[in-house]
């Protein structure tokens, strides 16, 4: 679909709703719609301009295309608020005469229930759009300020572009995370000394216990041992065995990870899994406390002599399914990691659009509300 998306100010203005309309932008963008942000100054010239076209595909700061072009025109705050009432009417009397295109009256601020615009007296109609509004306890400030029934307001909760606020490389942005209720990082090149069978029998026994799981291992085969391809080979009979094939991911199966990419699945794990049987020192201990990250790793001295208290210990000897107890019992307490996950599944913009956006989009124009 084409769309516009109107606010009174834009990027790289700073405010909540200019962030909200730029992430929801990019995410229409990620979902094939083509998308312009408009200002009063760039929305007259699309209405006026019969002859103005974009400048480039899927560009949000191109030429906008005539009005009568788009699919949909999202108005953000411009109908419940005083900055520019001449261009509130303008979009009323639009909304009239271009009833093809979806018109989505946003609603982030209120003027009628907000004191600090007690002096103004607002005296606008209720547009005849589909309303829409961030919150439920903004739906029913609308609904009583404009007398719509509640449920003619639909309720769209703000996002974020995770994949940004975290800086994703789209390497790491395109892994099939979403669903995945705790995901564990294991940064190690295949060498049978990382251990990483157990790590996958740990996260079977994730699994049994019904959670949703996702098991991360950075490196591929060292190519300084020729037994690497071997080892390599048994643990990916041992996935299929395990039937761990949806929770297992051996991201150097298909080309090495930047440390860009690194970096990210830092941002995006919530604990790291470091069983190994022997080590040196163990680097990525330190690169999981810069980032924050609770750390379960095997009960080796040096591993003490690095942490100290630190971390999770367990010994390499334990049953994995013990093993995957100890991370549950952590997880289930463990309210800072459970509520990103929450905001990741919930609040990505992405995920905003294509479960509530989308289907109004594409809903008859007769769904609209009137007072």
């Known amino acids: 679909m084409r769309l516009a998306i109107l606010h009174f100010t834009l990027p790289p203005v700073i405010g909540g709703v200019e962030r909200v309309i730029r992430d929801q932008a990019v995410a229409l963008q990620r979902l094939g719609h083509q998308v312009d942000l408009m200002d009063r100054k760039r929305f007259d010239v699309a209405f006026a301009d019969p002859k103005a076209a974009p400048e480039k595909q899927g560009d949000v700061n191109a030429t906008p295309a005539p009005l009568a072009n788009y699919d949909g025109v999202l108005i953000h705050n411009v109908m419940t608020m005083p900055f520019d009432l001449d261009w509130t009417r303008q979009l009323q009397a639009l909304s009239r005469q271009h009833?093809?295109?979806?018109?989505?009256?946003?609603?982030?601020?209120?003027?009628?229930?907000?004191?600090?615009?007690?002096?103004?007296?607002?005296?606008?109609?209720?547009?005849?759009?589909?309303?829409?509004?961030?919150?439920?306890?903004?739906?029913?400030?609308?609904?009583?300020?404009?007398?719509?029934?509640?449920?003619?307001?639909?309720?769209?909760?703000?996002?974020?572009?995770?994949?940004?606020?975290?800086?994703?490389?789209?390497?790491?942005?395109?892994?099939?995370?979403?669903?995945?209720?705790?995901?564990?990082?294991?940064?190690?090149?295949?060498?049978?000394r990382k251990n990483i069978e157990l790590g996958m029998k740990i996260t079977a026994g994730l699994v049994a216990r019904g959670c949703r799981v996702a098991y991360l291992i950075t490196g591929a085969p060292d190519p300084h041992q020729s037994d690497g391809v071997a080892y390599h080979r048994e643990l990916k009979q041992l996935e299929e065995v395990l039937q761990l094939e949806s929770q297992v991911h051996f991201l150097g199966d298909q080309a090495p990870l930047e440390?860009?990419?690194?970096?990210?699945?830092?941002?995006?794990?919530?604990?790291?899994?470091?069983?190994?049987?022997?080590?040196?020192?163990?680097?990525?201990?330190?690169?999981?406390?810069?980032?924050?990250?609770?750390?379960?790793?095997?009960?080796?001295?040096?591993?003490?002599?690095?942490?100290?208290?630190?971390?999770?210990?367990?010994?390499?000897?334990?049953?994995?399914?013990?093993?995957?107890?100890?991370?549950?019992?952590?997880?289930?307490?463990?309210?800072?990691?459970?509520?990103?996950?929450?905001?990741?599944?919930?609040?990505?913009?992405?995920?905003?659009?294509?479960?509530?956006?989308?289907?109004?989009?594409?809903?008859?124009?007769?769904?609209?509300?009137?007072?």
């Open 99 to 192: 009833p093809q295109i979806r018109w989505i009256n946003w609603v982030h601020d209120l003027c009628a229930v907000n004191p600090a615009y007690r002096h103004i007296t607002w005296t606008e109609p209720v547009p005849a759009m589909q309303h829409v509004a961030v919150s439920e306890a903004r739906r029913q400030e609308y609904a009583q300020a404009t007398g719509l029934p509640a449920e003619s307001i639909q309720v769209i909760p703000n996002g974020l572009d995770v994949t940004s606020v975290l800086g994703l490389t789209p390497r790491i942005a395109a892994l099939p995370l979403a669903q995945a209720e705790l995901v564990l990082l294991h940064p190690a090149r295949l060498v049978r």
């Open 259 to 371: 440390e860009a990419d690194v970096r990210s699945l830092y941002a995006v794990a919530d604990a790291l899994l470091f069983p190994s049987t022997g080590e040196g020192f163990g680097l990525p201990l330190l690169e999981a406390l810069a980032h924050r990250m609770p750390i379960f790793c095997s009960d080796l001295p040096v591993h003490h002599e690095v942490l100290g208290e630190a971390a999770h210990y367990f010994h390499t000897g334990t049953e994995p399914d013990l093993i995957s107890a100890q991370i549950m019992r952590w997880y289930e307490s463990c309210q800072p990691t459970r509520h990103r996950r929450l905001l990741l599944q919930a609040h990505d913009m992405v995920r905003i659009c294509q479960e509530h956006l989308e289907p109004l989009l594409l809903a008859a124009n007769d769904c609209f509300s009137h007072p």
